[in-house]
Every structure is written in structure tokens, then in C-alpha cells.
């Protein structure tokens, strides 16, 4: 085979079958290990379409690119004791979560709501063991307005500042013998 029929064999155009990347094993000659497959389309030798990407790790992402990287519309699974649990479905941009998404932590908790650059940023719903919280996120804490809902049954709406209830707001506090809130201002 000529360099031109290789050259032309080896370049990543148009819908393809899976690739395999691998790394040469220290200290043996020809022994390699598997650190990644691609299934997807390729535009100009990089991911760029809808493909399926999967790590030696085995983290899978499924979804569009773009020169590369994950952009559009993806899901983004993890191995979590032998089994692939979703960690993030949502829109995606330069590889972060960017847009509306849901992300789903390690510990049960999960976000739905809208992101930036990676980080929960503007309206959304966090919902956690210690409670569910509607509202503001700015650069990943709650800031602004919002309503939060303990496990007590106590019910908070007002101001938050990085993760901090501050400012004007409304806290009701659950009255376990009579089934009812009862209301305390505050600032």
C-alpha cells in the first residue's frame, strides 16, 4: 500500500464504525490496552455530529459534537459498582453542562435547572436529603429569591446569598401535633 492509500484509509470523514484508541503498555513490546472507542460521525479527523464516546473507565457520553467536543444535545453516564448510572442529561457547550439539564450526584440528590460553563447558574430546582430548594443559582449557590422545603415540613421563601438565607423573607415552621405552619417574619 502507497503513502496516498494509506493517507486516504486513515482519515476520519462521514459516518464511521468504532475507533479504538490505545497506549502501549510499559515494559512490553507488543502489548497495548484499549483507552477509549468513538461510534459516530467525524468531520475534519475530530468528533462532529452525533456519536458515542466511551472511556477506558468506562464514562460513556452519548450525544452531539462539534470539532470534538460535546456540544448540542448529550448524556453523559458514569460506572458506578459494575453498573452505568446517568450523572448528566442536558444541553452541553465547549464539553460543560450549558443550558437546561439534570444532573444526578453520587449521594441521590439531583439538580434540574439551568447551567453555565459547568455550574449551576439561573432558575432551578435542587432536590436533597436535607430538603428541596426552588429558585436563583448564581455561580453554583443559591442566590436570589427562592423557596425552601425541609424534611421537618419547615418552609422557607425569601433571599438567599451564596448558599446563606439573608435579607427579607418568610420562614413557617411545621407544628407536628396540629398538622399546621405557623408563620414568623423576618429579615
Given at each position: 500500500m502507497d503513502s496516498a492509500t494509506r493517507d486516504w484509509t486513515s482519515r476520519k470523514e462521514g459516518p464511521?464504525?468504532?475507533?479504538?484508541?490505545?497506549?502501549?503498555?510499559?515494559?512490553?513490546?507488543?502489548?497495548?490496552?484499549?483507552?477509549?472507542q468513538y461510534l459516530g460521525d467525524w468531520?475534519?479527523?475530530?468528533?462532529?455530529?452525533?456519536g458515542t464516546f466511551e472511556s477506558a473507565n468506562c464514562t460513556r457520553y452519548v450525544g452531539d459534537w462539534?470539532?470534538?467536543?460535546?456540544?448540542?444535545?448529550?448524556?453523559?453516564?458514569?460506572?458506578?459498582?459494575?453498573?452505568?448510572?446517568?450523572?448528566?442529561?442536558?444541553?452541553?457547550?465547549?464539553?460543560?453542562p450549558h443550558g437546561r439539564g439534570v444532573y444526578y450526584y453520587p449521594n441521590g440528590d439531583h439538580y434540574s435547572g439551568?447551567?453555565?460553563k459547568g455550574v449551576r447558574h439561573g432558575a432551578g430546582t435542587l432536590q436533597a436529603k436535607a430538603g428541596v430548594y426552588e429558585g436563583?443559582?448564581?455561580?453554583n449557590k443559591k442566590h436570589g429569591f427562592g423557596v425552601l422545603d425541609l424534611p421537618n415540613g419547615d418552609h422557607f421563601e425569601g433571599m438567599f446569598v451564596e448558599d446563606m438565607k439573608e435579607g427579607e423573607g418568610v420562614y413557617f415552621y411545621f407544628d407536628k401535633d396540629r398538622k399546621t405552619?405557623?408563620?414568623r417574619c423576618g429579615r
Open positions: 464511521r464504525r468504532t475507533i479504538y484508541f490505545t497506549k502501549k503498555l510499559p515494559g512490553s513490546a507488543n502489548s497495548y490496552a484499549r483507552t477509549g468531520k475534519a479527523n475530530q468528533y462532529d455530529g452525533k462539534v470539532a470534538g467536543k460535546r456540544e448540542g444535545s448529550g448524556t453523559l453516564w458514569v460506572k458506578v459498582k459494575d453498573e452505568l448510572r446517568k450523572r448528566y442529561v442536558g444541553q452541553w457547550s465547549e464539553n460543560h439551568e447551567w453555565k436563583a443559582f448564581f455561580n405552619h405557623t408563620k
